[in-house]
Structure formats: structure tokens, C-alpha cells
């Protein structure tokens, strides 16, 4: 931690960023964007629900029509089945298309359903990997959906920024405050330790290396 800089409130014993050429599962350190899994979880749970539209919806469509009744108020309802379907399913991955973390050379860049935002890299104070139930204690359990609960115990990414009142109130107004709180920036992402080490390399002071380690040992003369 900088002189000067204020301890992180709310943050647990997380892993502080390390350089390393390995990602946590030990394979090659992946470059690049990685899936914010808030809307993985979503497509995963309600991709069923949309499909299950789509299909009741085409075979009451094809009941009718084979049948030959004629069409009013009581069976016009099944027609909208499968178009509502689609646009659900569309929906959904659109947002998880969208819903994404990725160091750039000019900053680090998160980007949700309908905004996004670059953070420069000078105005990273820290980067941590710890579990995504830090980010959720005390007052902010309410913001618990069930869809977030089977991520809460594993790795997720902390970003720490800086920045004034108006610069961090920019931040929640696009990220909202399920990703964003205080001045830190929790994600749950598929490698946490990858992209913390891709970004810890971008940053010109190098935040988090070597800290945590013990002294060294002595050669013996």
C-alpha cells in the first residue's frame, strides 16, 4: 500500500496480485477478456425457461394449424409463446455477450448490459483476489440475488480505484451497484488470478509484487 493511501475497508485476507506466468488451475495464464459470470449465471439458470417457450409455442402454433381451428382470443395467446421466447433468449446472451473484463493498453475495461467504462491505470490503487462475499456484507447481503449465491465462495476480482467524488459516482452510475462499491470494483470472473495478473503487469508501480512474502533466507558463506 502507498503512503497515504487509506486502508480497504470491508476487504478479507485475499491474495494480493502476484506476478506470475500460471493461472490458478496451473495451465498458461490466459490474455485477454474474461466473462463477468453475474451474467453467465443468468443464461445458465433462464436459457431453459426461453427454449421451454419457444418449443410450447410451436407446437401449439402447429396444433392449431393442423387442426384448422379457427383463431381468436382464447388460443391467440399461444402464438406470442415462441416470439417471446426468442426475444428472452436473445436477450440473455446478449448480456452475457456484453458483460465482460479486459486490460487494454490504455486501461482496464469493464462493460455491462448497457455501458461500459475504462479505468486508467494510474488510477488503480490495488488488485486483489479474494471471494465474492466480501463484496457483500452487512448492509449489502439484501443485494443477494439467488442466481449470485453458487458464486459468493469462489475468487472474484477486486479492482481499488481513485478518484474523486464525481470520477467514482461516474463508475457506480455505469457499472451499478452490484459491481461497484466504495471505490472498488468486485467481479467474479472465470480465472480471477489470470486476470489479476494481466493487470498488476499494466500497472506503472507495479501494485501488489512481492508483497506477503516472508524475508529470505541467508546464503551460507
Known amino acids: ?78 402464438l406470442f409463446y415462441a416470439p417471446v421466447g426468442l426475444l428472452l433468449g436473445a436477450a440473455f446472451f446478449v448480456y452475457r455477450w456484453r458483460s465482460f473484463v479486459e486490460p487494454l493498453d490504455k486501461g482496464l475495461k469493464v462493460s455491462t448490459l448497457f455501458s461500459d467504462i475504462v479505468i486508467e491505470y494510474d488510477s488503480i490503487r490495488m488488485v486483489k483476489v479474494q471471494p465474492l462475499k466480501v463484496a457483500f ?23 481499488r480505484v481513485r478518484g474523486d467524488e464525481e470520477r467514482l459516482a461516474l463508475i457506480k452510475k455505469r457499472l451499478g451497484s452490484r459491481l461497484f462499491y466504495e471505490d472498488t470494483i468486485a467481479m467474479p470472473v472465470p480465472d480471477a488470478d489470470a486476470a489479476s495478473w494481466e493487470i498488476t503487469a499494466r500497472l506503472p508501480y507495479r501494485i501488489g509484487q512481492n508483497q506477503g512474502g516472508g524475508r529470505r533466507k541467508k546464503r551460507r558463506r
Not at 447481503?141 to 477486486?158: D, G, N, Y
Open 1 to 78: 500500500m502507498r503512503s497515504g493511501d487509506a486502508p480497504w475497508k470491508g476487504a478479507g485476507r485475499g491474495r494480493p496480485a502476484i506476478i506470475s506466468s500460471l493461472s490458478s488451475n496451473g495451465a498458461r495464464a490466459p490474455r485477454g477478456r474474461q466473462r463477468i459470470l453475474y451474467a453467465e449465471e443468468l443464461w445458465r439458470w433462464q436459457r431453459f425457461y426461453a427454449g421451454l417457450l419457444v418449443v410450447v409455442g410451436v407446437l401449439a402454433a402447429g396444433v392449431e394449424v393442423y387442426s384448422r381451428q379457427p383463431i381468436n382470443s382464447q388460443n391467440l395467446i399461444w
Open 137 to 159: 456484507q452487512d448492509a449489502r447481503r439484501a443485494k443477494v440475488a439467488r442466481i449470485m449465491r453458487p458464486l459468493l465462495e469462489k475468487p472474484a476480482l477486486f479492482v
